[in-house]
Nanobody
Framework: QLQFVESGGGLVQPGGSLRLSCGSSGFTLEHYDIGWFRQAPGKEREGVSCIRSGDSKTYYVDSVKGRFTISRDDAKNTVYLQMNSLKPEDTAVYYC??????????????????????WGQGTRVTVSS
């Protein structure tokens, strides 16, 4: 089964930091643009950031620009999301998936995913004092 595997979530105070990791089962991430998504309680899943394969060009939605940094280490088959200056509104379950960087960067398809691989279980991030 082709599946994404997320980890690194937890409970953090406002202003704190966390680093999320995205791995895979059954395939390698190297040849795919990878996006991070989140789903807050009672809300739809939304795109947060993505990174292109090959040149690691990045895209962020406005709400996380300047606070989150996406990166990838293909040797470790891992895509990271470094989250700093966390706010209560960042509380959500975070997921990763294969995406089209072109669609996200053009802002036509932010939050869309490729029909490849299954959603993982996600990793829960709770920002609270």
């Amino acid at each position: 089964q082709l599946q994404f595997v997320e980890s690194g979530g937890g409970l953090v105070q406002p202003g704190g930091s966390l680093r999320l990791s995205c791995g895979s089962s059954g395939f390698t991430l190297e040849h795919y643009d990878i996006g991070w998504f989140r789903q807050a309680p009672g809300k739809e899943r939304e795109g947060v950031s993505c990174i292109r394969s090959g040149d690691s060009k990045t895209y962020y939605v406005d709400s996380v620009k300047g606070r989150f940094t996406i990166s990838r280490d293909d040797a470790k088959n891992t895509v990271y999301l470094q989250m700093n200056s966390l706010k209560p509104e960042d509380t959500a379950v975070y997921y990763c998936a294969a995406v089209s960087f072109t669609l996200w960067a053009s802002e036509v398809g932010v939050g869309s995913k490729l029909d490849f691989g299954s959603w993982g279980q996600g990793t829960r991030v709770t920002v609270s004092s």
